[in-house]
């Protein structure tokens, strides 16, 4: 048998209930449960901040640039 290895192990553990979390650093109601990241579970908490950053990152609002091209009316 092989031993455990590190990759098997879920980047962000969420938890659910039906009742609301007392220790949650977030938490979402959807569909009469509660979805949420324990506040004391340090390694969840950095992989989903991480993930919001890259979304923060990706979503600028900026419309991309156009090129301009100049045609001579010679």
Not at 13 to 42: C, G, L, Q
Not at 44 to 73: D, H, M, N, R
Request: no cysteine; hydrophobic share 40%; net charge negative.
């Amino acid at each position: 048998m092989l031993p455990p290895s590190p990759w098997d192990e879920p980047l962000v553990r969420i938890h659910s209930s039906k009742e609301r979390p007392a220790e949650a650093n977030t938490a979402v109601h959807y569909h009469d449960y509660w979805f949420w990241i324990d506040d004391r579970d340090m390694k969840s908490k950095s992989e989903y901040l991480f993930i919001l950053v890259l979304f923060s990152l990706a979503e600028t609002g900026v419309a991309p640039q156009t090129p301009v091209i100049t045609v001579p009316a010679n």
